[in-house]
């Protein structure tokens, strides 16, 4: 049985290395592509259990060569599988990457195969009733996402990534909210905050969720619960690439919950694992292993 169950998408990602990230209408010419697994909710599965957490995912891909390789990924990284179907009509999701010299992003995210797992799909499957976490992002469908926190019967972890609106009956569901700033701004329909004060009033006067965490990037994270709030350093580490690290962090938070730590601990152990995870190129290829992650200063 599988201490974390993940429901969400799996993508092949393709990334370009850029000197700088377009602007609307501008042609960039790139330094060197690569192609990986990707997904949020892969990641996010492949990364928990590169901690040592044991795994589940629920998720569609399509038919065809991608999905297989993904599916290899996940088996490879010791994800149980058996409740990831393969669409005869969609094609497997697809992430495009560009990433500049800094270390900062774009993505655009066709969700192909990710699009048509239901509802349906999350009940035959039989899993979050049992988790001790289930883990879950905004990839895939809204009512397969609400119906996997309706029947979870553990801890409801959401990153609400990408963002877009969620409904009252959704966050009423989730115990962690895990959104970083423009998702955080989204979800409070105001201005990103610029700074950590802000950023704990809109986390704050989110209703629904236990605690909201929010990830910060180089400033690290705050936890927002209760009445209180807790700002958490990053790591000092050298960025190469962040693609992976949003996706690290969430895996970091389940793996420290699932394994009975407060919440503080875990939200210092998810920096550390999302700082580990900006290290290396890539998204699945970047996720580090529980040695790296303690490797790291504190």
Request: with cysteine; proline share 6%; aromatic share 2%.
């Amino acid at each position: 049985m599988a201490d974390i169950v993940v429901v969400g998408s799996l993508n092949e990602d393709t990334t370009v290395r850029v000197a700088h990230l377009p602007h609307p209408g501008e042609t960039v010419l790139g330094q060197g592509h690569f192609s990986d697994a990707g997904g949020k909710g892969a990641n996010q599965a492949v990364a928990a259990a590169r901690l040592g957490a044991a795994v589940a995912m629920i998720g569609m891909v399509g038919a065809d060569a991608q999905g297989a390789r993904l599916l290899a990924g996940l088996r490879a990284a010791g994800v149980d599988t058996a409740a990831v179907g393969k669409s005869p009509e969609a094609a497997t999701g697809l992430a495009l990457i560009t990433v500049d010299e800094h270390g900062e992003n774009m993505i655009v995210v066709s969700p192909g195969a990710n699009a048509v797992l239901r509802p349906a799909d999350v009940a035959a499957a039989g899993l979050v009733e049992e988790a001790g976490i289930t883990l879950l992002q905004l990839e895939i469908r809204a009512d397969t996402v609400q119906e996997a926190a309706v029947r979870s019967r553990g801890t409801v972890i959401l990153n609400p990534a990408p963002a877009r609106h969620l409904d009252a009956a959704l966050l009423a569901e989730v115990d962690v909210l895990i959104p970083n700033r423009t998702e955080l701004a989204a979800l409070a329909g105001a201005p990103e905050p610029g700074t950590i004060e802000e950023a704990a009033a809109l986390a704050a006067a989110i209703r629904g969720p236990g605690a909201v965490v929010v990830t910060l990037g180089a400033e690290g994270a705050l936890l927002v619960e209760g009445g209180r709030s807790l700002h958490v350093p990053a790591v000092p580490v050298a960025p190469v690439d962040p693609t992976g690290a949003g996706d690290a962090f969430c895996a970091g938070m389940a793996d420290a919950l699932v394994r009975g730590a407060a919440i503080d601990e875990a939200v210092r152990w998810a920096v550390r694992c999302g700082a580990a995870a900006t290290t290396r190129w890539g998204a699945q290829a970047a996720l580090p292993r529980r040695a790296d992650v303690e490797a790291l200063a504190p």
